[in-house]
């Protein structure tokens, strides 16, 4: 199967913008002829979208209850972040070994099998993803997950950032009026969280570099796929194993191992079921989230992901039985609002472009030139 190569800047900008593989679309349109029928295709939209907003607010709830729950009173971060790595890379190997001994028709999934060099090989994509899901819990921690959303919600911003410093990208003034209101409304959060007394800034800078580090995993995510074939799922073994190895010395300088030891509820069954069904949660919202792309688009799952971000903050406040001011709300909805006005220009853009001609090399200019 012929391969097409990609120089690192279009690597870089397809990981920006979130276009999809060229050899995805050319396997989408061969596949394009054979629709099914409207019923099917709207019941299995509503079906992915719907395990999509279930897997990602319940893991959120239960990673707020793991990381500062008062009945559980578990101060380690950072073991509840590996451990959770550490599930996805037993789930990944245990698929694999079934995917081995049934047909593929049943499971289909990758041969997965440690090799170092590929291993070395991730590891900058490792660092960056360590970052990712430390600061994302860490953030979770200090705040409510009534203000999660709004306190990672600078990764569109730093999209538009890391084009222009990488690859020279401008963004389109209506793009950049839509960032203009997530960045105030993530100002005026602040403001609402500090006027109500529950301003967490340890919270807030973890939430910043949580959303840089987003940015930068769909980067990197993007270079390394060729190390391990374009698979996701090897790619996930591979980051998630070495994501292990390299959680230890943190664990060790940070005294959590200590913390552990004197855990009360260390033998608890029902921890160790939470801190479990977490991982396997972190394992499926990576599967869901596929899965929404495939059935959808990148644009209607980013859609998708800003409705849910709403009905999440909605939840949140129900189920902690707090009471917000107008401009709290408003803070929100302008966070909310920018997102999804961020995505409408970006398709927008997108779709004028594909829908441009392309000149054919054979052909030339009015000018004779």
Not at 37 to 45: D, E, G, H, M, P
Not at 116 to 121: C, D, E, N
């Amino acid at each position: 199967m012929n391969r097409i190569q990609l120089k690192r800047s279009g690597i870089l900008k397809m990981a920006l913008s979130g276009s999809s593989d060229p050899l995805l679309q050319q396997e989408e349109g061969e596949v394009g002829s054979k629709q099914p029928s409207f019923l099917l295709r709207a019941v299995r939209i509503a079906t992915v979208v719907s395990m999509y907003w279930f897997i990602s607010i319940t893991m959120v709830f239960l990673n707020k209850y793991l990381l500062g729950s008062a009945s559980l009173r578990l101060d380690a971060p950072l073991f509840v972040t590996f451990y959770q790595c550490f599930v996805t890379v037993l789930i990944c190997k245990v698929l694999s070994l079934l995917a081995s001994c049934c047909p593929s028709n049943y499971l289909d999934f990758p041969s997965i099998r440690m090799d170092l060099k590929v291993s070395r090989s991730i590891l900058p994509l490792s660092v960056v993803f360590i970052g990712m899901i430390t600061f994302n819990n860490l953030c979770l921690k200090y705040v409510g997950v009534a203000f999660y959303n709004v306190g990672r919600s600078l990764t569109t911003v730093f999209n538009v950032l890391l084009s222009y410093l990488l690859l020279k990208q401008t963004t389109s003034l209506y793009a950049l009026l839509a960032c203009g209101v997530i960045i105030g409304g993530f100002w005026l959060g602040i403001d609402q969280e500090g006027a109500e007394g529950t301003l967490s800034w340890a919270g807030i800078v973890f939430g910043i570099l949580a959303s840089l580090c987003v940015s930068l995993n769909a980067i990197y995510t993007k270079k390394v796929l060729p190390a391990v074939d374009g698979s996701i799922w090897r790619l996930t073994f591979y980051n998630n194993i070495n994501a292990c190895v390299l959680f230890l010395p943190f664990l060790l300088l940070s005294g959590e191992f200590q913390t552990l030891y004197h855990f009360d509820k260390l033998g608890s069954l029902y921890f160790w079921g939470m801190m479990t069904l977490s991982g396997l949660f972190g394992f499926a919202i990576g599967y869901v989230t596929g899965l929404q792309i495939k059935f959808t688009s990148p644009l209607t799952h980013n859609v998708s992901g800003t409705a849910k971000a709403c009905a999440q903050t909605v939840l949140a406040v129900c189920y902690y039985e707090e009471t917000k001011s107008f401009l709290w709300w408003t803070s929100n909805m302008m966070v909310l609002g920018g997102s999804f006005a961020y995505t409408w220009v970006k398709g927008l853009e997108m779709k004028k472009v594909q829908e441009e001609p392309v000149p054919k090399a054979n052909e030339k200019s009015e000018t004779g030139v």
